[in-house]
């Protein structure tokens, strides 16, 4: 697939929802998304192809195109409009639940808390380093999912049992309880230690939360861990004093 056709799906992929209804749900925006490819393939009859693709679809807008570069594959092997039907069928509900799970349990909550960390010391840049985390990120996502759906075709579902999505949902899961964890125990140490104990808190938020990630611990068991190494901190420097 040229770049240009990659690009320009990428960029359509972003209105996927813009014709969002509950007949269709995405139905007219997948359409919109697949016109290129209409004309690309030269398909022989395109009114019937986009009643066929006005069908209801529904996945994770960010992963869509999983499905957009599979069925561009079988265009291009010049499948039956039936095959590319059943293709993308078979494919919304593990786009939907994949990304679901790693978009608004992994990397959303992540960069939120990377944001709000960031915004201790830099500000309102802590909201602009949080949405261009999040935009270049999403974008990646949308160009990775037509790349790799036209390189595997049929074979997509190889992909989901890949180390990609293996292993990012629980790195971001884990990164976000660690940053969660440190965040709370840092500005309620600003609230409640004495500033000079701050510093300490934070090293021990870290530490707390590293082990939590090396465990496996969920993110609540991770902020309990840490809130009672500050209450420590906070007897032993009131005993101290």
């Known amino acids: 697939m040229k770049r240009s056709l990659l ?47 006005l069908e209801p679809f529904n996945a994770n807008p960010y992963i869509s195109t999983y499905a957009v570069g599979a069925v561009a594959k079988l265009l291009e092997e010049k499948r039956d409009i039936d095959e590319t039907q059943r293709l993308k069928n078979s494919l ?10 790693l978009i608004w349990r992994g990397i959303r909550p992540t960069l939120l808390a990377v944001g709000i960390l960031a915004t201790f010391w830099l500000g309102f840049w802590g909201a602009i380093i949080f ?48 940053l969660s964890g440190t965040m709370l125990v840092l500005k309620g140490g600003e609230y409640f230690l004495w500033s000079g104990e701050v510093g300490l808190v934070f090293l021990l ?20 861990l840490c809130l009672g190494s500050g209450l420590v901190v906070k007897i032993i420097a009131a005993l101290a004093g």
Do not use: T
């Open 7 to 53: 690009n320009k799906l990428v960029l359509r992929s972003l209105f996927l929802q813009a014709g969002f209804c509950y007949e269709r749900l995405q139905g007219l925006g997948w359409c919109w998304m697949i016109k290129p490819l209409v004309k690309k393939f030269q398909i022989s009859n395109p009114n019937d192809f986009y009643l066929k693709n």
């Open 205 to 224: 938020a870290m530490m707390v939360s590293l082990i939590g990630f090396f465990k496996r611990m969920s993110a609540l068991d991770v902020f309990l």
């Open 131 to 178: 949405l261009g985390l999040f935009n270049l990120g999403q974008l990646y996502l949308r160009w990775r999912g037509i790349s790799r759906g036209y390189q595997l075709g049929e074979q997509i579902f190889v992909e989901f049992s890949g180390n990609f999505w293996r292993k990012v949902p629980v790195i971001f899961s884990a990164a976000g309880a660690i």
């Open 92 to 101: 919304r509900g593990p786009l939907g639940s994949l990304g679901d799970n």
